[in-house]
């Protein structure tokens, strides 16, 4: 039972963040039954500071809301036209109390007005009628036909043949798959593509899926193309509206705050624009001292914290302000203890302990791939010294022995013990 139920919820992980790595995905299981997680439904009980040692905050509240999800109980009480009329194809459920019409691409209004005085008329005859299963149809992702027949010849071969496509091929794939999901919907949800790629990988596993070396898929096999495809979409909906973006540049768009907790947050309690001000001038006066050493004092990291919202009004001035003249009022803004303690403020995000996590989950990616496939000389010397350095430091070894670069021109070695010996 408690087997079924970590499998459960290593689903549900799987299913919410893609790129997690198994061992962290267990170690949340693991958290969770040793805090007295007993069943499924306990997940809505699960609390952000739970899990604060194991995620970042994004994902901790992308994996609460998933858990939130799972728990729900929706009625839903629905009348639908009965499966023998030749007008249930059209329907399908939003999660409302009445049906929503799923209409096909091109559909005319005249076509629209005559189906809804249909289905009235069919509730009204029937009004104790209810859907079985049946009946229910699914939305447009879900009964989505891949145009398998405009694709390229390579990419029909390869499914026949049970192999991989090569890069360009798939490209030209995602684009015929995107052009035609854009029929239906414009600006296709990432839930949506979510749904077409599952869908593509569960027919093709071999041909499309992320296989790791030893066979088994990663986090459903689904990830790599799924990025392709919301990213072909994005693109092909940035050309189209470029124009636009270009002429509004008076005003702030909402990517300009995408992510941002604290875009233009106000000012502390018990402060004021003089008080702020005056700290920011007491910075400046401590960088005249003691330039970056003043970094590590205490009454420093006080007062940036004190004056972040001074540093966003500043950084957020339209027309945007040079590089130059944010150093020059903002000197310790531009030394990574406070440029990471700034984008922490600002989002909520721990940029080390994010780069740690997705070094952690990317690199050992990256470590098996070479390790499967050596691609050469270099690389197997790198793989035979076993895992003693770090998974950061490896993993760069790794990528520029592939590509055949100098590591001495982006990694300073040094003999620790001999520097410890003065």
């Not at 490209?171 to 414009?186: G, I």
């Not at 966003?312 to 903002?330: A, C, G, Q």
Request: proline share 6%; aromatic share 6%; glycine share 4%.
């Amino acid at each position: 039972m408690m087997s079924n139920m970590s499998e459960e919820i290593k689903e549900i992980i799987c299913k919410t963040l893609p790129n997690l790595s198994e061992e962290t995905q267990w170690q949340i299981i693991l958290k969770l039954q040793s805090s007295g997680l007993e069943s499924k439904e306990d997940l809505k009980y699960v609390q952000q500071e739970d899990i604060a040692d194991l995620l970042p905050v994004i994902q901790r509240r992308k994996l609460l809301d998933a858990f939130k999800l799972e728990t729900e109980t929706v009625a839903l009480d629905l009348q639908v036209i009965p499966t023998s009329s030749p007008l249930s194809s059209d329907w399908s459920v939003s999660g409302s109390s009445s049906p929503t019409l799923c209409t096909p691409p091109n559909s005319s209004s005249s076509q629209l007005s005559s189906i809804s005085s249909c289905s009235s008329q069919a509730r009204n005859s029937e009004p104790s009628n209810r859907p079985s299963t049946s009946q229910i149809l699914k939305t447009w992702p879900e009964i989505f036909q891949v145009p398998w027949e405009q694709m390229p010849q390579e990419i029909r071969s390869a499914i026949a043949d049970g192999k991989r496509p090569k890069p360009v091929e798939r490209r030209q794939m995602v684009r015929v798959l995107a052009d035609e999901m854009r029929r239906y919907e414009a600006n296709p949800t990432r839930a949506q593509c979510l749904t077409v790629v599952r869908n593509i990988i569960r027919q093709y596993p071999k041909t499309f899926a992320d296989i790791a070396p030893d066979g088994s898929l990663l986090c459903g096999g689904y990830t790599s193309l799924l990025i392709q495809l919301k990213n072909r979409i994005e693109n092909v909906n940035r050309d189209r509206s470029f124009s636009c973006h270009r002429s509004s540049t008076g005003k702030r768009g909402p990517t300009d705050t995408y992510g941002c907790t604290r875009f233009q947050p106000e000012l502390p309690p018990e402060e004021t624009d003089e008080t702020v001000e005056q700290h920011r001038q007491r910075l400046e006066e401590i960088y005249r001292q003691e330039g970056a050493g003043g970094a590590e004092r205490a009454e420093v990291k006080n007062l940036m914290e004190l004056t972040f919202s001074l540093q966003r009004r500043h950084i957020n001035t339209l027309p945007p302000p040079d590089i130059e003249d944010v150093k020059s009022i903002w000197p310790f803004l531009f030394m990574p203890r406070y440029i990471y303690a700034h984008f922490e403020l600002l989002t909520d995000i721990n940029v080390l302990r994010s780069l740690e996590l997705s070094m952690e989950e990317c690199g050992r990616a990256i470590t098996e791939y070479f390790r499967g496939k050596p691609t050469n000389k270099d690389v197997k010397d790198i793989l035979s010294n076993g895992e003693d350095n770090e998974m950061a430091l490896r993993v760069v070894q790794l990528l520029m022995a592939h590509f055949g670069e100098d590591l001495t021109g982006l990694i300073l070695l040094t003999d620790v013990s001999f520097i410890f010996s003065f």
